[in-house]
């Protein structure tokens, strides 16, 4: 079992950054991809980033790419996401995942095995 916990959601403006942190615990973090996912109501959970197990490769929605980035620290066991130039429609509730997919292009919510309880993100225009 993995053990993630998400923190650092928020309330900001339009045009705010927000750093994202998903602390893991369990078995060994570096075994794992991981992912950050969001889910507006009424809409489908979405891949934001994903970045494999060794930090090397990464990969991102088109609609946050060169806003947001995904990294790791292995040592930390902890995974994070900035977000910069934050947009109303970043607005959502923001999971951690992990899992043991070949290739972080593979972007399906399936490919991922253990879930954190999501922090909200707000961002007002």
């Known amino acids: 079992q993995v053990q993630l916990v998400e923190s650092g959601g928020g309330l900001v403006q339009a045009g705010d950054s927000l750093r994202l942190s998903c602390a893991a615990s369990?078995?060994?973090?570096?075994?794992?991809?991981m992912a950050w996912f969001r889910q507006a109501p009424g809409k489908e959970r979405e891949n934001v980033a994903a970045i494999s197990w060794s930090g090397v490769s990464t990969a991102y929605a088109d609609s946050v790419k060169g806003r947001f980035t995904i990294s790791r620290d292995n040592a930390k066991n902890t995974v994070y996401l900035q977000m910069n130039s934050l947009k109303p429609e970043d607005t959502a509730v923001y999971y951690c995942?992990?899992?043991?997919?070949?290739?972080?292009?593979?972007?399906?919510?399936?490919?991922?095995?253990?879930w954190g309880q999501g922090t909200q993100v707000t961002v007002s225009s």
């Open positions: 369990g078995r060994t973090f570096s075994n794992y991809a």
């Open positions: 995942a992990a899992g043991t997919l070949a290739s972080v292009s593979s972007r399906s919510a399936k490919n991922y095995n253990y």
